[in-house]
């Protein structure tokens, strides 16, 4: 799809027949198997100030936690016990941690428990990722928000669109399964600047794409901001399921905290990939990047129902392995 093909299906009046399309496309290139990968969202330490995230640095009205390695490692554990292959392991940027004590966490959830690791930590240099794909991480997901450099400036005050796309080089390089994504609604965002977005996902052959709805959080300065919404979002997976074909694709937690249904609408229109919650219940509310966000009362068997449960009646089947990139 050109620039313009992909700016006219996203303002398309009626999606139908795109939704249609890309769950067509999904079927064929990666089936109806739908892989979970278990979240643990070990810190909301952050020392970045994005303008958008209730994570931020600045933001005053969050309780900070760092939860401890053998308690990270007894998560994954649990996660397993749950029947999960693949977890995810995030944080906010400049969690603190060591990179040798990550090493050695990464280390031993790779031969004690077999699972497949992504790590979303944020920026880091090429030897401390190096470090961590030594010690066995298979994926790091780094989204990149926006590749308007003027917008990503304006609400990134504190980072370098330059070092973010040089740090998705890095992870490339040393043999990363690598994901990237982006906020759809985002205050001053159009949907050339989307298109652009998409090209580049095309451009950076990325193993998985994870997007959602931008939702203003009241402690940040986009307080009050336009919300992006659920019918744009699913647009924007659709056409990025079409351009990227076999590209692991989420239905994100925004897309349900917006939409009781969001993630089994973002699932008939592209979308592979659901990531249950296995972080204890006690730190859940203190990780809000938005507000509204679904789940943080349940605990971990109670996310693996529900999951469970939604794509049985989608008449789909939760896969038997641990996902990896079908591109490599």
Known sequence: MTRDEIIEQLAVKDPAALFAEADRVRKENVGDAVHLRGLIEFSNVCGKDCLYCGLRRSNRHVGRYRMEVDEIYATARQAVALGYKSVVMQSGESCQYPTDDMCRLVARIKSDLNLAVTLSIGEKTRAEYAALKDAGADRFLLRFETSSEKLFGELKPDSSYEERMRCLGWLRELGYQVGSGIMVGLPGQTLAMIADDILLMKKLDLDMIGIGPFIA????PLEGSSCGTLDLTLRTLAVIRIVTRNTHLPATTAMGSIDKQGRQK??????????????????RAQYQLYPGKICIEDKPGDCFLCISGMVKMLGRTIADDPGHSLKR
């Open 266 to 283: 973002a699932l008939k229109c592209g979308a592979n990939v659901l990531m249950p919650n296995v972080t204890p219940t006690k730190y």
């Open 217 to 220: 959080n009241p402690q940040t």
